[in-house]
């Protein structure tokens, strides 16, 4: 179970904060990430994050959001900076059991998703 929580209202240029708690079942060798669904729109890919501490951003968030992994507490973060209103939108981390994906980019290569947080950034 993926618990997502930090979401909330930023301005424009400022920073937010995820985090994504995993309980019950859980080991460090899962890839984790996070994607997004603003309103309208398909579910994106955001970042990801593999059990070796390979990091994945999507173009639109390279060089402003950072993802990382604590395994001792089984979380996921995400470090949003230099925000857009653009980034609206839920945001939702996920898991992946396999060690093996054709791609970390794809929503159906993850196995267990967060209930979602939303985060709005205001103009």
């Known amino acids: 179970q993926l618990q997502a929580s930090g979401g909330g209202l930023v301005q424009a240029g400022g920073s937010l904060r995820l985090s994504c708690a995993a309980s019950?079942?859980?080991?460090?060798?899962?890839?984790l990430g996070w994607f997004r669904q603003a309103p309208g729109k398909d579910r994106e890919f955001v970042a990801a994050?593999?059990?070796?501490?390979?990091?994945y951003y999507a173009d639109s968030v390279k060089g402003r959001f950072a993802i990382s992994r604590d395994n001792a507490k089984n979380t996921v973060s995400l470090q949003m900076n230099s925000m857009k209103p653009e980034d609206t939108a839920i945001y939702y981390c996920?898991?992946?059991?396999?060690?093996?994906?054709?791609?970390?980019?794809?929503?159906?290569?993850?196995?267990?998703w967060g209930q979602g947080t939303l985060v709005t950034v205001s103009s």
């Open positions: 996920t898991a992946a059991t396999s060690l093996i994906l054709i791609s970390v980019r794809l929503n159906q290569e993850y196995d267990y």
């Open positions: 019950g079942r859980t080991s460090s060798r899962y890839t």
């Open positions: 994050i593999s059990w070796t501490g390979g990091t």
